[in-house]
């Protein structure tokens, strides 16, 4: 699969090793996650957190960050999917909201073909006054191949009765606006997504749900970074 062009209009922000010496204690400062959502409510831009907040820091910080990823329609949030063996390794459950949380973030596309589509039995999440009000959560799961090498990306993760997307896909059905109830998932062969001027794209997709990912090149030469 040939590489795709990269985009102008998608913009990593990164958090390396050099940026967490330089930030200090800042790195957890949430602060700082605070000050881009709102930056990004007044810009109307669309992004995503590919980072997980686990744990509460500052109450009062992270009910504004919830406050915040409410307003912004456009923002997504990371969950991280968990199996039954890493479940029964950490003996901790989903509690009764973070499950309601988790549920009214799933799609209900039409399918035609579930093949082999890896299940979640819980996720990790942000705490409830980040998750609860925020507009969009997505898996940032992805697993190597037998070589260490990512090649493919799990555009779900089957949860009770619907569907958690992975972050790009998420990031993509806000960005083109697409009814994700007339997404069709055909494991096996594609996914198809229905565009709203009556078009569709297609994206092929193995047995898994998983896509090949058509990298543009290495990361830092590839796209205009922060």
Request: aromatic content about 8%.
């Amino acid at each position: 699969i040939a590489p795709l062009e990269s985009s102008a209009s998608i913009i990593p922000v990164d958090l390396t090793d050099a940026a967490e010496f330089s930030l200090g204690t800042n790195v957890e400062n949430r602060q700082c996650f605070l000050d881009t959502l709102t930056l990004m409510n007044k810009m109307n831009v669309a992004g995503g957190f590919d980072l997980t907040f686990l744990a509460s820091k500052d109450k009062t910080i992270d009910s504004e960050i919830g406050h915040e990823a409410k307003k912004a329609t456009h923002a997504v949030l990371a969950v991280v999917p968990l199996s039954q063996e890493e479940t029964n390794y950490s003996g901790i459950a989903m509690s009764d909201s973070e499950t309601a949380i988790i549920r009214k973030q799933l799609w209900h596309p039409v399918v035609k073909n579930e093949g082999k589509i890896p299940v979640a039995v819980r996720f990790q999440l942000p705490p409830g006054t980040i998750s609860e009000p925020a507009s969009h959560l997505a898996h940032v799961e992805i697993v190597p191949d037998d070589d260490g090498i990512y090649r493919k990306i799990p555009l779900f993760y089957k949860f009770e009765d619907g569907y958690m997307p992975s972050f790009s896909l998420e990031l993509a059905a806000l960005q083109l606006d697409i009814d994700t109830s007339k997404v069709i998932v055909n494991a096996g062969h594609s996914l198809t997504l229905p565009l709203a001027d009556g078009t569709s794209l297609s994206v092929p997709i193995d047995n898994r749900g998983c896509m090949y990912i058509p990298y543009a090149g290495l990361w830092n030469e590839s796209l205009h970074h922060i």
